[in-house]
T-cell receptor, first 114, second 120 residues
Framework: DAKTTQPPSMDCAEGRAANLPCNHSTISGNEYVYWYRQIHSQGPQYIIHGLKNNETNEMASLIITEDRKSSTLILPHATLRDTAVYYCIVRPPEPGDSNYQLIWGAGTKLIIKP | EPEVTQTPSHQVTQMGQEVILRCVPISNHLYFYWYRQILGQKVEFLVSFYNNEISEKSEIFDDQFSVERPDGSNFTLKIRSTKLEDSAMYFC??????????????????FGPGTRLTVL
């Protein structure tokens, strides 16, 4: 089972920041938090990942709490094309792990409204 | 930007027939994966492949499934005798190998656009 909990759906106004929360209270100290999104049954698209520090790239920012039990994905200026299902996934640590498969939950359906 | 490609985009087959789904991973990647997603359900891991052998597989990946890297660029998933319940989107993914001091690890998985398999 997925080690993460996300709200099933969220709305956000176009042009505003979309903040998607994720709880991963059982995360281990060396497990990564990954975010992907899936636009209408297309292939999952990698967004960002982090371990302990906050991360930012051209798509989004990832804020991880100090205790690492939760994180927030931030899309700074949401557009209609950001409407998708967003998945927060805890990735097992390496090296030597035998479970590098990504375990997917139901994700958050984010709807960007004009 | 390099990307994973998959063919065909849609495959329709009769129950009991064999199908081969094809993937071209990103060229310098060494780890390859298949996932599937039944309509309206979660994405599910099927199998991972490295160094010409399966490294992990799920319960779904039974004897009807096989994977192969027939040449230096393609990675295929074969379903020997399709069933109605095999109807799903099938996604291929690949990841790079990272080397740091003392160990190797697998980097981020990048996914292809998927093949929609419809079994009639």
């Amino acid at each position: 089972d997925a080690k993460t909990t996300q709200p099933p759906s969220m709305d956000c106004a176009e042009g505003r920041a979309a903040n998607l929360p994720c709880n991963h209270s059982t995360i281990s100290g060396n497990e990564y938090v990954y975010w992907y999104r899936q636009i209408h049954s297309q292939g999952p698209q990698y967004i960002i990942h982090g371990l302990k520090n906050n991360e930012t790239n051209e798509m989004a920012s990832l804020i991880i709490t100090e205790d690492r039990k939760s994180s927030t994905l931030i899309l700074p200026h949401a557009t209609l094309r950001d409407t998708a299902v967003y998945y927060c996934i805890v990735r097992p640590p390496e090296p030597g792990d035998s479970n590098y498969q990504l375990i997917w939950g139901a994700g958050t359906k984010l709807i960007i409204k004009p | 930007e390099p990307e994973v490609t998959q063919t065909p985009s849609h495959q329709v087959t009769q129950m009991g027939q064999e199908v081969i789904l094809r993937c071209v991973p990103i060229s310098n990647h060494l780890y390859f994966y298949w996932y599937r997603q039944i309509l309206g359900q979660k994405v599910e891991f099927l199998v991972s492949f490295y160094n010409n052998e399966i490294s992990e597989k799920s319960e779904i990946f039974d004897d009807q499934f096989s994977v192969e890297r027939p040449d230096g660029s393609n990675f295929t998933l074969k379903i020997r005798s399709t069933k109605l319940e095999d109807s799903a989107m099938y996604f291929c993914a690949s990841s790079e190998e990272l080397e740091s001091v003392g160990h190797r690890s697998r980097d981020t998985q990048y996914f292809g656009p998927g093949t929609r398999l419809t079994v009639l």
